[in-house]
Nanobody
């Protein structure tokens, strides 16, 4: 069974870079035709897809966040990372990583990131 666990700081100051890592176990992030996704949910709002990185290492980013976002991976550690720069309080959300054949088959529990000074 594939399991995912988000890791990173719960508090980030405005204008700084938010960095989260998703540690994957029970499966490889290089598995053919698997996709690994970052999703967030701001308080009181719906889910928003930030982007994903595919089994080849190519990443795809939401147009609304693309200018501030990067998704990378470390195959030696079987993990992938989200970086979101120049954060504002509007970036406060529960951040989830997910993955699988659809990119959404397996989910982490989510981690709350608050942007505040």
């Amino acid at each position: 069974q594939v399991q995912l666990q988000e890791s990173g700081p719960g508090l980030v100051k405005p204008s700084q870079t938010l960095s989260l890592t998703c540690i994957v176990s029970g499966g490889s992030i290089t598995t053919n035709l698997y996709y690994w996704t970052w999703i967030r949910q701001p308080p009181g709002k719906g889910l928003e897809c930030i982007g994903y990185i595919e089994f080849t290492g190519i990443s795809y980013l939401s147009p609304s966040l693309k200018s501030r976002t990067s998704i990378s991976r470390d195959t030696s550690k079987n993990q992938f990372t989200l970086q979101l720069s120049s954060v504002t309080p509007e970036d406060t959300a529960v951040y989830y990583c997910a993955g699988g054949e659809t990119g959404l088959d397996y989910w982490g529990k989510g981690t709350l990131v608050t942007v505040s000074s």
